[in-house]
């Protein structure tokens, strides 16, 4: 074997090493990138919803509302609401108390577009008046 070989082996295993971390990242990226779509929420609609928060879960990656919305005829369908991520929203004055069991809130939202009882949180209001938002500008 000769310096030349040696160098040029030492060359194809580098570049191999850099295709390989080349081709880890692009995959990871598409996946990441999937992890963050909206493509499941209609968000050229707004729609509001009325409720009893039945649970809200301070959760990474998302915290997640459920709300029992009151249907015309007396039944109820609960609600599953996407939000931001706990550290979002604690910027923005949140806190795993924000929604507690029993509240009664109105929210608006942006529906899947799948038509099930669900979608991503935008604003509620408390039941103090008080209005949070996940989306958009903070209050003040």
């Known amino acids: 074997?000769?310096?030349?070989?040696?160098?040029?082996?030492?060359?194809?295993?580098?570049?191999?090493?850099?295709?390989?971390?080349?081709?880890?990242?692009?995959?990871?990226?598409g996946v990441?990138?999937?992890?963050?779509?909206?493509?499941?929420?209609?968000?050229?609609?707004?729609?509001?919803?009325?409720g009893e928060i039945v649970e809200f879960q301070w959760t990474n990656p998302h915290t997640w509302t459920w709300i029992d919305v009151t249907n015309a005829d007396g039944s109820k369908t609960r609600w599953g609401l996407e939000g931001m991520s706990p550290n979002f929203l604690g910027r923005r004055g949140w806190s795993k108390n924000t929604f507690k069991p029993g509240d009664k809130v109105k929210a608006v939202i942006w529906p899947l577009k799948s038509g099930e009882p669900g979608g991503t949180l935008q604003r509620a209001t408390l039941p103090d008046g008080t209005e949070v938002v996940n989306f958009g500008r903070g209050p003040g």
Do not use: P, Y
């Not at 040029?8 to 081709?23: D, H, N, Q, S, Y």
């Open 1 to 29: 074997m000769n310096a030349s070989s040696t160098v040029t082996k030492g060359r194809m295993r580098e570049f191999a090493c850099w295709a390989v971390a080349l081709a880890a990242g692009l995959l990871l990226g």
């Open 32 to 50: 990441a990138a999937a992890h963050h779509s909206f493509s499941v929420f209609d968000m050229q609609t707004d729609k509001v919803i009325e």
